[in-house]
């Protein structure tokens, strides 16, 4: 399975971006996918998961609201952010999980493939 984000920018603080992340290869049949970013000089952090078939979704604290993680189809997923903030500025990352868990999928070393990033700025 190979991943691939796109749909980043640059947009003004209060505005929107759709990201995109696209599963190549056989048809994913994966447990869940999710969102990273990772800002300049900063540890990469979580900001949202979705369990593909039960639909359950998970959000970071600082996203909450702002963000929303949604699938489209077999193979896509999408992160609609609202309300851009500066500090959201970072590279951003998808990712998927291959197995089953009951585990709240928060850690990167819970998933199995990612994709490149995609570069989302955010001026004031």
């Known amino acids: 399975v190979q991943l691939q984000a796109s749909g980043g920018g640059l947009v003004q603080a209060g505005g929107s971006l759709r990201l995109s992340c696209a599963a190549s290869g056989p048809t994913f049949s994966g447990y869940a996918m999710g969102w990273f970013r990772q800002a300049p000089g900063k540890e990469r952090e979580f900001v949202a998961s979705?369990?593909?078939?039960?639909?359950?979704t998970l959000y970071a604290d600082s996203v909450r609201g702002r963000f929303t993680i949604s699938r489209d189809g077999a193979n896509t997923m999408y992160l609609q952010i609202n309300s851009l903030k500066p500090e959201d500025t970072a590279v951003y990352y998808c990712?998927?999980?291959?197995?089953?868990?009951?585990?709240?999928?928060?850690?990167?070393?819970?998933?199995?493939?990612w994709g490149q990033g995609t570069q989302v700025t955010v001026s004031s």
């Open positions: 979705r369990r593909w078939r039960s639909g359950s």
């Open positions: 990712a998927a999980r291959r197995s089953p868990t009951t585990a709240a999928m928060t850690l990167g070393s819970q998933y199995d493939y």
